[in-house]
């Protein structure tokens, strides 16, 4: 597959990916170089989506990035990789790659808070690593309704805008065994003023079970207005929970 250097290299990777789902799994390679997307990179089970590296491989929205796949039912958000066609996915990888929303050169964003780079719901076994995720707006990396998760040794740099109040870094919702490991969070990184929680890990009014038996340690997080936050607005809860060993600094509280 030759994403053949235009403004659409989604189409080909994502082709990839799904022949190899297809044939049972395996592994998609991507060489250093800059990837521009002009729609949502879709991620299939059994794939693993590698890069050579989070500075070597670079996968970029295109500017004015306004993607024609509605993620979560929402259209008009500016989600980089998210489950081939919204349906639940299983054993997956994606490692080595740096993630930019090249927020600042989009125009004509609105208020709309489904602006997420990573967006994965209903994932099982799913390991997000060694990648960097910058210039985003909302949330930057999101997982929802999903277990066994891994995400690991990842640079998170967010918060460019400061039109949102919600700049979080890693933000996990209605989820079960979720391993938040070594990852460096920054949500004032682009320069905005309205970065926020560079870690959350609750339940909402859409959860189906209990966020439990999850772990966040050896973090640093620093330049976020806010570091971690523990949470549940909804009749599940939140339990099981250990948070250890992370490192928090210029974080108003």
Known sequence: YNTLGDNASNVQINAAMLAVSTAGGGTVSLKPGTYII??????????????????????????????????GGVSGARVMLTNYNQAAISNNLVEGITWDSNVQNITGLTSNSTHRCIWVSNATDFVFRNNKVLN????????????????????????????????????????QYVFIHNNYVNTLFGG?????????????????MDTAYCTVSGNIIGGNPRGIELGHDSGYHLRDITVSNNVVFQATF
């Open 136 to 175: 985003t707006i909302n949330w930057a990396v999101f997982f929802f309704l999903s277990t066994r998760i891994w995400i690991e040794d990842n640079t998170v740099l967010g918060g460019y805008s400061s039109t949102y109040n919600q700049n979080d870094g890693i933000h996990v919702r209605d989820s």
């Open 192 to 208: 905005g003023t309205s970065g926020d929680d560079a870690i959350v890990l609750l339940t909402d009014q859409y959860a189906t």
């Open 38 to 71: 002009s729609d949502v990179v879709q991620i299939p089970s059994n794939v693993k989506l590698v890069g050579s590296g989070k500075d070597a491989t670079i996968i970029q929205a295109v500017a004015s990035y306004n993607p024609a796949t509605a993620v």
